[in-house]
């Protein structure tokens, strides 16, 4: 099916840490966003200058980056992105209406990664969430376990600021295991 793991962090698929959470990558034929995460390396494109003494790997420096330091092209990125959410909701009204589920579906993951993008977690959720109730309508157990990653990682995210969310995240992703399991 192409699906695999990517360590959210740093891309890097070998070893898993526990602390982080896991994404799935989809194959590239499903022409979804690309993550933020796979378009700018922070530790190649840092937005301040490094401290003295910091490391090139350390992680306080990446967990120190702001997003309230954007750059132009993160301006332009934000305006694209707020157009092409504006397309993916027309599209997904359009399947909607001429019964493609499948496409509506696909329509709402790529909302739902978009937002994630711009840092706005619970509408991320909301869209994974309607991309979940699609995929238990045309059966595709490979969907909901999909959309079951996305929405716990999305509540991981929201638990850095607020930890009540950590027991959503580790529901939704006990529920991509039960379900991940089947579908494998």
């Known amino acids: 099916h192409g699906f695999s793991y990517k360590k959210k962090s740093t891309g890097n698929h070998s070893s898993l840490d526990p602390y982080c959470p896991q994404r799935i990558e989809l194959p590239l034929y499903f022409n979804t966003p690309l993550r933020k995460d ?57 399947c909607k209406r001429a019964n493609k589920l499948r496409d509506e579906g696909r329509a709402y993951y790529s909302s739902g990664v978009l937002y994630d993008n711009l840092g706005q977690f619970e509408k991320a959720i909301t869209c994974y969430k309607k991309f979940h109730t699609v995929c238990k309508k045309i059966g595709d157990t490979h969907g909901e376990a999909l959309s079951y990653n996305c929405i716990g990682v999305a509540y991981h995210n929201l638990g850095a600021k607020d930890q009540k969310f950590y027991k959503e995240a580790i529901e939704f992703h006990l529920k991509h295991n039960e379900v991940g399991d089947v579908a494998a």
């Not at 420096?61 to 990125?77: E, G, P, Q, T």
């Open 38 to 94: 796979d378009l700018i390396d922070v530790r190649k494109h840092p937005v301040r200058q490094k401290k003295a003494g910091e490391k090139e790997n350390d992680d306080s420096f990446i967990s120190n980056v702001s997003a309230l330091n954007m750059s132009y092209v993160d301006s332009v990125d934000r305006i694209i992105s707020k157009k092409r959410l504006q397309d993916y909701a027309l599209l997904a009204f359009a």
